[in-house]
């Protein structure tokens, strides 16, 4: 009878075993799957020349009303009626949502195993829902202020295109509309076109701007800029930096050493923002390695969150990462920034009605 007893045991064991490995095998084939088909190969350059369009709404953006794409993925989690233990077809569905959305292969297996073990006692949204919020527990506040009366800087960088000058255009308005004085320091030399573009910011949010000549030397630039901001008593310099791809070993060495100049008296680097563009996806993830170790960033700005399928992104990045997402960008107009909140952005993808 023991010995019975004994091999159903081991017999339920190895069941359970060879199922968890089959499904955590699948996880890993359909988000290969599904990457190959909706990823598309990224340019060597994202952007050549970029129009400047500094200002296309006023209005500040609800950003429920912006992610109508990153929403209608999960469609299917929010019309999922089932309530407690869920069986193996309702968590089928959830994993490939979530693997749709980019959410990431090991995200999606953490929140199914946690799914397997609770169920969902107030029905699968409201439990996706806490299991997204409890990855994105980061502290994400932002620093405004440097030490010792020095001038803060908040340094951008990012490959081309990624949407760094229009970010600190959108930021700009922000900090002279609570009343702070600001700098642009137009640090991607380049191409002229960029110092062009940030100078058309600077006028369309009053904020001053320090730039030069196509091919000048960014540190001399960053330089000046914070001479001007200290001579004026300004509060913020915010530091545009060239985006040419990131494996140009030039280029990080670039942004080093715009990082130490930056940093110099009488500045001081209080945020340096990695600026990445939410519809490349898992290879926005592959970017920022590459720029992690050189530029110390502090938090990432993920833009064109509008009209992207791939929400989950946010999730991916903070864990992958470790680095807070900061602030998210829902469109090209001025105020099209929005200061990140997980429940807020959980929400709009997850609540029935919005
Ligand atoms: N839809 C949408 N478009 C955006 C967003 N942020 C930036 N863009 C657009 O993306 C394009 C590139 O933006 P830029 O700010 O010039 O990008 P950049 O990183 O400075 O590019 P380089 O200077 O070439 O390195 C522009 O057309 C922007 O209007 C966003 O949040 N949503
Ligand atoms: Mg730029």
């Given at each position: 009878m023991i010995v019975v007893v004994i091999i159903a045991a081991v017999l339920v064991v190895l069941a359970a075993t060879a199922m968890v490995v089959r499904h955590r095998r699948r996880a890993v084939a359909l988000a290969n799957a599904l990457a190959t088909a909706a990823r598309p190969a990224m340019p060597a350059v994202l952007v050549d020349e970029v129009a400047a369009r500094p200002t296309i709404s006023d209005e500040a953006p609800a950003i429920g009303q912006r992610l109508a794409s990153?929403?209608?993925?999960?469609?299917?989690?929010?019309?999922?009626?089932?309530?407690?233990?869920?069986?193996?077809?309702?968590?089928?569905?959830?994993?490939?949502?979530?693997?749709?959305?980019?959410?990431?292969?090991?995200?999606?297996?953490?929140?199914?195993?946690?799914?397997?073990?609770?169920?969902?006692?107030?029905?699968?949204?409201?439990?996706?829902?806490?299991?997204?919020?409890?990855?994105?527990?980061?502290?994400?506040?932002?620093?405004?202020?440097?030490?010792?009366?020095?001038?803060?800087?908040?340094?951008?960088?990012?490959?081309?295109?990624?949407?760094?000058?229009?970010?600190?255009?959108?930021?700009?308005?922000?900090?002279?509309?609570?009343?702070?004085?600001?700098?642009?320091?137009?640090?991607?030399?380049?191409?002229?076109?960029?110092?062009?573009?940030?100078?058309?910011?600077?006028?369309?949010?009053?904020?001053?701007?320090?730039?030069?000549?196509?091919?000048?030397?960014?540190?001399?630039?960053?330089?000046?800029?914070?001479?001007?901001?200290?001579?004026?008593?300004?509060?913020?310099?915010?530091?545009?930096?060239?985006?040419?791809?990131?494996?140009?070993?030039?280029?990080?060495d670039e942004l080093s050493k715009v990082r130490r100049v930056a940093d110099r008296e009488p500045g001081q680097v209080v945020e340096t923002f990695m600026v990445l563009d939410a519809t490349t996806g898992q290879n926005a993830l592959s970017q920022a390695r590459e720029f992690l170790a050189a530029a110390s960033v502090t938090g990432i700005v993920l833009t064109k969150l509008d009209g992207t399928a791939r929400g989950g992104i946010v999730v991916a990045i903070e864990r992958e990462l470790g680095i807070p997402v900061k602030f998210v960008g829902v469109g090209e107009g001025v105020h099209d920034l929005i200061v990140f909140e997980p429940e807020e952005f959980v929400d709009s993808l997850l609540r029935a009605s919005q």
């Open positions: 990153a929403r209608g993925v999960f469609d299917r989690v929010r019309s999922m009626t089932s309530v407690g233990t869920l069986g193996d077809d309702q968590l089928d569905v959830v994993e490939e949502v979530l693997l749709r959305s980019d959410v990431g292969v090991a995200t999606t297996n953490e929140i199914l195993d946690e799914l397997r073990a609770n169920g969902a006692p107030d029905g699968v949204a409201t439990a996706v829902r806490d299991a997204l919020l409890d990855s994105l527990s980061a502290d994400r506040s932002v620093e405004r202020h440097a030490q010792g009366g020095r001038v803060a800087v908040w340094l951008f960088v990012g490959v081309n295109g990624v949407g760094k000058t229009t970010t600190i255009g959108k930021l700009a308005q922000r900090l002279v509309d609570q009343g702070c004085s600001v700098v642009l320091a137009a640090g991607d030399t380049f191409r002229a076109a960029a110092a062009e573009q940030l100078d058309q910011w600077a006028q369309r949010t009053g904020a001053d701007i320090v730039r030069a000549g196509e091919g000048a030397d960014p540190g001399s630039v960053v330089h000046d800029a914070l001479g001007r901001a200290a001579a004026r008593g300004a509060d913020i310099v915010l530091a545009d930096t060239a985006g040419r791809r990131s494996n140009s070993t030039n280029l990080l």
